[in-house]
């Protein structure tokens, strides 16, 4: 990583997580290389180091964004091809439990996916036991199972697309501070950051959770909803086979999976304005709660380590992605939720289109744009 403060780039990207990196490998791919993308920590060391590492086709809640899924599994099953890097993807499935309060929201979701070709079995509750004899479906109405999805190694994903970036010329500037955006009669002139300025006509803010930060320097409201989730991971415990599924209990938004001999689990939707990842007891206190009602077994588990991160979610669930109205020079990938590892290479090609063409074959980018939103 070159530590020297380049002082002009043709394009300067805020943010070294999913979505930033796989933008400069895009750019980079479609001939734009004189790209400076600036770090304030280390490559993916915001919310991309801190998810559940889960690729999924069964997280599309509506049409638009399981389209999308579609198009990123493909993308991440030719990745070690593309990039030259392995990405340890192990399809174990991917089990949804609804209790009464749930159930009818997740039929037509099963449908909807069915419709699309996706993989996705209906399970009665007499089946679910019989095929995962360690979970408690007395208040289950129904499941979900899809047997495509699994955990990879977001590691890798973001390595690979900076190794190849940087192949291609792209800087990376691990430990700069990107500090304000300065403009010229409505046009971006230059990033500011706190080792110097970088003369720029174009900026993309891929600050994940910090976007609503850098926004604000150019003007812009952008409404993300930053939102605390925390993530327990477990000494290894025999009970649990190695190829169990991730299961998702819908009533209490709490998911476990099998990770090396442990299982990791994840909950939490806390508003989180101030991004801070402390991990509260009570958190901890819920997530074994509802690991021990719905997995008897986890009573015997043992805390190995735990986690929180930030998952920058919109009101709609739709990314934000596109020009910022007013301004010439500014655009943006953010607002990426819950999906930001799995959508990282739809969010890099939709830049890389827009940049080239103002459009892209993928998906009418239009209904991802600011203006969607009535800020004032
Ligand atoms: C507990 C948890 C579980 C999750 N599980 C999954 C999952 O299984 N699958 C999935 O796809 N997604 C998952 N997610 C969501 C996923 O982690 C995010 O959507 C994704 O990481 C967002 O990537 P990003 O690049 O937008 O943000 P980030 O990874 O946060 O990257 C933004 C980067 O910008 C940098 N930055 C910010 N401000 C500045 C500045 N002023 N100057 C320089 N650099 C700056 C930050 O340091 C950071 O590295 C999960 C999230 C959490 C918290």
Same mark, same amino acid.
């Given at each position: 990583m070159p530590m020297t403060l380049p002082h002009t780039a043709d394009l300067v990207i805020i943010g070294a997580g999913a979505i930033g990196c796989s933008t400069a490998w895009h750019l980079a791919q479609a001939g734009i290389t004189n790209i400076v993308v600036v770090e304030m920590g280390q490559v993916g060391s915001g919310s991309s180091s801190k998810s559940a590492s889960m /690729?999924? #086709?069964? !997280?599309?809640? %509506? *049409?638009? $964004? =399981?389209? /999308?899924a579609q198009h990123a599994y493909v993308r991440y099953m030719r990745f070690e091809e593309e990039i030259g890097v392995p990405i340890d993807f192990r399809p174990i499935g991917w089990l949804n439990?609804?209790?009464?309060a749930e159930a009818d929201a997740l039929r037509p979701e099963a449908a909807m996916l069915q419709s699309l070709g996706i993989n996705t079995e209906?399970?009665?509750? +007499? *089946?679910i036991k019989r095929r995962y004899p360690l979970l408690n479906v007395d %208040?289950?109405?129904v499941g979900t199972y899809g047997p495509d999805d699994g955990p990879f190694d977001p590691h890798m994903i973001l390595w690979g697309y900076v190794k190849r970036a940087s192949q291609h010329g792209v800087r990376f500037l691990q430990g700069v501070k990107a500090t304000g955006i300065t403009q010229r009669g409505g046009r971006v002139t230059a990033v500011e950051t706190d080792a110097g300025t970088i003369a720029t006509p174009l900026v993309i803010n891929a600050a994940g959770p910090w976007a609503i930060e850098v926004g604000r320097w150019a003007g812009l409201d952008i409404p993300i909803l930053n939102s605390a989730r925390s993530i327990l991971v477990t000494a290894p415990?025999? =009970?649990?086979? =190695? %190829?169990?599924? !991730?299961?998702? +209990?819908?009533?209490?938004?709490?998911?476990?999976?099998? *990770?090396? +001999?442990?299982? #990791? $689990? @994840?909950m939490g939707k806390r508003p989180a304005p101030d991004l801070n990842t402390a991990t509260p007891p009570a958190m901890i206190d819920a997530m074994i709660d509802a690991a021990v009602h719905r997995v008897p077994v986890l009573a015997q588990a043992e805390l190995l380590t735990a986690w929180t991160g930030i998952r920058p979610l919109t009101a +709609? @669930?739709?990314?934000?992605? @596109?020009? =910022?109205?007013?301004i010439d020079g500014i655009l943006l990938n953010c607002g990426w939720g819950g999906v930001g590892i799995i959508m990282a290479p739809i969010a890099g090609q939709l830049l890389a289109d827009l940049v080239t063409s103002g459009r892209s074959d993928l998906v009418d980018v239009g209904r !991802?744009? #600011?203006?969607? !939103? %009535?800020?004032h």
């Open positions: /690729l999924s #086709l069964q !997280f599309g809640r %509506d *049409e638009t $964004m =399981a389209r /999308l439990l609804a209790t009464a209906l399970l009665a509750p +007499d *089946e %208040d289950i109405i415990l025999a =009970a649990v086979p =190695a %190829d169990h599924p !991730f299961v998702e +209990d819908l009533s209490v938004e709490w998911y476990f999976r099998p *990770e090396i +001999d442990g299982v #990791l $689990m @994840g +709609d @669930g739709y990314p934000i992605v @596109g020009a =910022a109205p007013g !991802f744009s #600011l203006s969607r !939103f %009535d800020t």
